[in-house]
């Protein structure tokens, strides 16, 4: 069971794990002078403006993932690439530490998953393009047949995976993968449907907002850094803004977001300082509560079936794309290399997933911490100090909290390699020794 | 609101026309990739004079030889027109071709473009001086 010269591909989705997992299949196929057909089914238009044309997440494309795509070829045009963030800045509620970039370069973009914010209509033509839209005219580009039809059945027939959509005949085909966002609910209840067992993954909802502030007020209030808040808020996780051009992209994370926590976020002096001075909420900015991962997928491929991106398994918080972008590659190598059976999926296909997963379980162990810091006043006053004196002494020393942290926010090394930063020897010293009340006011 | 000022500063650095990035016989962390622009690798001999290789272009990464086996920079690299890069850490590419058969294949795909591209012109100054040769003693 494997793909052959002329082999037929359907990939229902064309978000990136969709878009990335065409234009590696297409790549891969003419190293090995094969031809495949790929059919990409995609109702969403990208060129709208708004949730209806957007993928809908916080759009970092982190410093691994650049580095990744760069790597294979695929750069991001400054038209794709709305703003830049080279330092982090970590609000608590009583001090602010900065960390910058290992390197000073600009490594992470910032990014629209479709047109723009709500409103921005009224400036069109718009000066950027959608990153979703730009992966997907690269899959078009490297041959790859863009379906604007949402799919309404998924069935089987001889064991060839077949797709129906509304007013098409069925297509048959040798493999089908899901690459639908994890928001949309219509799509996964197909794959469950279908019959190798998938269950969706785990999800809980954030809430991400567009506001707009304009360039000037952005680059002021921001600059080229995301700003972390770790706020004693009650459901409140973890809160970030990041500069989008003329747009600061909020995301929050935690359980039960409603309207009274965002409110009580706006209304922490440590928040208002990253805010135009005068700037009031907006009533309704573009803001959406999609679902983000938490837990993974059950049996996320069967004979020639396999999901991929969001809808398999995701990193824990961050870098979902880079995910994505890790799972398209493993499935383009193992389904040409390898085979579309589920025992190929299995063993080629299940370790990167399964790698991940694992990786997880360790993330939410570390963000279990997290609390740690934000209950413990103490704690997270020694915690602000170690940050202080590594800037003070970065310059050729090593800054495991640093790193730590910056790791953690950008989601560029794993869980597994952030714990080892923090359980160094210096780490843990530098932290204990400043326990002590007293030790670590400000100097 | 008005979008005409546009705020991205790009990804990558920038580097002026003529700017080293790095030099031969540095330590290499890094390879690059061009963004924008052209980088010109060249090598110097004990004579200190310049022998320009090759002038690379946008997309290629350049600098990944070093990276295998903990090799100083063999050649040097210098932006010939105002370039932005990218830096690839090392520790991140190396695990990267562990992890990815296609990747390892596409970098092997690259080095052995461009030691063609070398081996032609080590051919064609051969021809070159067997040429001058052959003029000198007609």
């Known amino acids: 069971m494997k793909l052959a010269n002329g082999s037929t591909v359907a990939i229902v989705g064309g978000g990136p794990g969709g878009t990335l997992s065409a234009i590696f299949l297409l790549d891969l196929a003419r190293q090995l002078r094969l031809q495949l057909s790929i059919d990409i089914y995609e109702p969403k238009r990208y060129n709208c403006t708004g949730p209806t044309g957007c993928n809908m997440c916080g759009g970092v494309i982190s410093e691994s993932l650049i580095q990744m795509l760069a790597a294979e070829g695929i750069l991001l045009p400054n038209s794709v690439v709305i703003d830049t963030i080279n330092a982090y800045i970590l609000h608590t509620d009583q001090e602010s530490a900065r960390i910058d970039a290992p390197r000073q370069e600009m490594r992470i973009a ?22 979703d839209q730009f992966l997907l005219q690269m899959a078009i580009a490297n041959g790859a047949r863009h379906l604007p039809y949402a799919v309404t059945e998924l069935s089987r027939e001889q064991g060839f995976p077949v797709v129906s959509c ?46 707009y502030y304009g360039a000037e007020q952005v680059q002021q209030h921001l600059g080229h850094a995301m700003h972390v808040f770790l706020l004693n808020i009650p459901h409140l996780k973890f809160a970030a803004i990041t500069p989008k051009g003329h747009y600061a992209t909020l995301v929050i994370l935690g359980d039960h977001i409603d309207q009274e926590v965002i409110e009580q976020f706006f209304a922490a002096p440590e928040v208002k300082k990253c805010l135009p001075q005068g700037w009031e909420i907006p009533v309704q900015p573009c803001h959406c ?66 790698s991940l997963l694992w990786d997880n379980r360790l993330g939410h162990l570390l963000f279990a911490c997290d609390n740690l810091f934000r209950f413990f006043p ?41 714990a080892g930063e923090l359980l160094q020897w210096k780490t843990l010293w530098n932290l204990l020794s400043l326990l002590r009340p007293g030790r670590n006011s400000h100097h | 609101m008005l979008f005409r000022n546009s705020v991205a500063q790009g990804l990558g650095k920038l580097y002026a026309a003529g700017e080293i990035i790095f030099r031969q016989g540095d330590p290499a962390d890094c390879c690059y ?31 990944t ?53 070398l081996i032609e012109q080590i051919v064609q100054l051969q021809q070159n001086l067997t040429g001058r040769d052959n003029h000198v003693t007609t």
């Open chain 2, 65 to 117: 030889t070093s990276l295998f086996g903990d090799m100083p920079r063999i050649l040097t690299a210098r932006a010939v027109v105002d370039s932005r890069l990218l830096t690839i850490d090392k520790s991140g590419f190396l695990q990267w071709i562990q992890e990815d058969p296609t990747l390892a294949l596409r970098v092997l795909l690259s080095m052995a473009n461009r030691s063609h591209r």
């Open chain 1, 289 to 354: 509560q999609p679902s983000i991962v938490v837990g993974p997928a059950s049996n996320p491929f069967g004979d020639r079936v396999v999901m991929v991106g969001d809808a398999s398994v995701s990193r824990l918080y961050k870098d979902g794309i880079g995910s994505a972008y890790r799972m398209a590659k493993r499935l383009a190598y193992t389904a040409l290399a390898h085979g579309v059976a589920a025992s190929d999926f299995k063993k080629h296909y299940w370790p990167v997933c399964r």
């Open chain 1, 166 to 211: 509304a007013n098409q005949p069925p297509q048959r085909y040798d493999l089908l993968v899901g690459a639908v966002g994890i928001n949309q609910k219509k799509s996964l209840q197909l794959f469950e449907a279908l019959d190798f067992a998938y269950q969706r993954p785990q999800t809980t909802r954030a809430y991400v907002a567009e506001l």
């Open chain 2, 33 to 63: 990739a061009i963004l924008e622009g052209q980088v010109e690798m060249s090598y110097e001999n004990k004579d200190a004079c310049w022998l320009s290789l090759e002038i690379l272009e946008k997309n290629e990464v350049f600098g």
């Open chain 1, 110 to 131: 910032t990014i629209f998953r479709g047109a723009g914010p709500k409103g921005s209509e009224h400036q069109l033509p718009l000066p950027w393009q959608s990153f």
């Open chain 1, 378 to 418: 103490l704690l997270r006053q020694a915690m602000m100090a170690v940050l202080r004196r590594e800037r003070c002494q970065a310059e050729g020393n090593a800054c495991p909290l640093s790193s730590a942290f910056w790791n953690t926010f950008t989601g560029s090394a794993t869980y597994m390699h952030i």
